[in-house]
């Protein structure tokens, strides 16, 4: 098992990252291997998932269900144990970031099944290892970023810690295995230089399913709580996204892989640190699979389905 090393490029102590549910589940239970995000990972070593306080619904989890169903078939697996809920509020466990790359250098790494390389569609990934998960999950305020965790918080959950039997686990060798940040963007970069990796064939139902996840992915910016003014320009098989001012009241920025969802969050105030949103004591309990919503989502994954062409 590889130690980890050094936990931080800056003041991070026990780092913690706030994500939305599902994404933040599947990554504590080992079935999300890849964190994208439009900023490079400042940290190695252990970091902590937080749940953010927004429920899930129904379609979304389906979404990325399917989704990761689809790419660990591309390796065979069929028999992936999904989280029995999705609890928010929480802090759920942490995860080892052993390296970043960017997404292109991700796609050509060959030496990766094929479902690993389809995880990351944003401009970074963070390359997630070793999972564990807390007994008892417990309640707690996020942050935007990353953030350290309180240290009492700390004390108590280090103690309550359990490995997690992955579905598939990854080992991504590091370029130097003497210094925890040599696997970095550009660090691979060059052994493609003079190369083409394969493609990777899609099949209609794994097209479906990608289309299905970015969808999902992308409805966190129609809640009203985040006003921003963005251009979106789409094509069939990438989104650039050009946003120019967004403010957060509740819930951060969409997380997950897929770059519909990797708008970064710039707050228009250090007041607005906070990323739970107040009085969110009601949602002490964590939700079991809810009904599924016929709001915007829904709408959203139908379109992408109906706008699908089989590969």
């Known amino acids: 098992m590889r130690k980890a090393g050094p936990r931080k490029e800056g003041n991070y102590t026990n780092p913690c990252l706030t994500m939305h549910q599902p994404w933040a589940s599947l990554l504590v239970y080992g079935i999300k291997r890849i964190e994208g995000r439009s900023w490079p990972a400042p940290i190695r070593g252990r970091l ?27 390796n065979g697996i069929t028999d992936i144990k999904f989280p029995e809920h999705y609890p928010i509020s929480r802090l759920l466990g942490c995860v080892e970031v052993v390296g970043c790359l960017t997404c292109e250098e991700l796609v050509q790494w060959e030496a ?34 990353v953030y350290n965790l309180e240290k009492k918080i700390y004390e108590a959950a280090v103690r309550g810690l359990v490995p997690v039997d992955g579905t598939a686990p990854v080992k991504f060798p590091l370029p130097n295995p003497r210094d925890p940040f040599s696997l970095k963007p550009g660090s691979i970069a060059a052994s493609f230089s003079n190369s083409k990796a394969s493609a990777i064939e899609k099949s209609s139902s794994l097209s479906a399913a990608i289309a299905g996840a970015r969808a999902a992915a ?21 989104i650039s996204t050009e946003t120019r001012t967004i403010f957060i009241e509740d819930d951060r920025i969409p997380d997950g ?55």
């Open 218 to 238: 992308t409805q966190f910016s129609k809640d009203q709580n985040i006003r921003t003014n963005a251009i979106l320009n789409s094509a069939p098989d990438s």
């Open 257 to 311: 892989n897929l770059k519909e969802g990797s708008m970064e969050a710039n707050s228009a105030s250090k007041q607005s640190d906070y990323v739970e949103e107040e009085g969110s004591s009601s949602s002490n309990q964590p939700p079991t699979r809810p009904k599924q919503d016929s709001g915007a989502p829904s709408k959203i994954f139908a379109a992408a389905l109906r706008g699908l062409k089989p590969s």
């Open 112 to 145: 990766l099944p094929e479902g690993v390389r389809l995880e990351g569609q944003t401009d970074f990934c963070w390359l997630c290892e070793q999972p564990k998960k807390l007994l008892v999950p417990f309640e707690m305020r996020g942050y935007q970023r």
């Open 48 to 74: 902590w998932i937080h749940a953010a306080s927004k429920v899930p619904d129904e379609s979304t989890i389906k979404a990325m269900e399917d989704f990761y169903r689809e790419i660990y078939a591309l």
